[in-house]
């Protein structure tokens, strides 16, 4: 059974730097590409980095040059290094996996593409 397990959430104020971390388990069939979301309060959820099979990184306009999405070589921790936090970014953040994408150019308009969600963690940006 496939698991996706976010933690690292938490509250910070506006300027600082959170990191958050997705545990992979289950998955044996090589890496995948996978991605974090996040969704504000009344508001729909939003794509704001992916990493596909390549290691090739995307990047909501939103957030690129603040946040910067890796993973471990094992391909099993995704990591999402949050600086220059701003309220605007409080969400919950929800981190996803996918065996059908291979190449981003862009973030999946349709979320559907990704076959795993995590639970989710909230990260509150205090100002």
């Known amino acids: 059974q496939v698991q996706l397990v976010e933690s690292g959430g938490g509250s910070v104020q506006a300027g600082g730097s959170l990191r958050i971390s997705c545990v992979l388990s289950?998955?044996?069939?090589?890496?995948?590409?996978m991605g974090w979301y996040r969704q504000a309060p009344g508001k729909a959820r939003e794509g704001i980095a992916g990493?596909?099979?390549?290691?090739?990184?995307v990047y909501a306009d939103s957030v690129k040059g603040r946040f910067t999405i890796s993973r471990d070589n094992a391909g099993t921790t995704l990591y999402l290094q949050m600086n220059s936090l701003k309220s605007e970014d409080t969400a919950s953040y929800y981190c996803?996996?996918?065996?059908?994408?291979?190449?981003?150019?862009?973030?999946?308009?349709?979320?559907?593409?990704?076959?795993?969600w995590g639970k989710g963690i909230q990260v509150t940006v205090s100002s």
């Open positions: 990493i596909d099979v390549g290691s090739n990184t």
């Open positions: 289950g998955w044996k069939y090589g890496t995948m590409a």
């Open positions: 996803a996996a996918s065996s059908r994408i291979n190449l981003m150019e862009s973030m999946p308009n349709n979320q559907e593409l990704f076959d795993y």
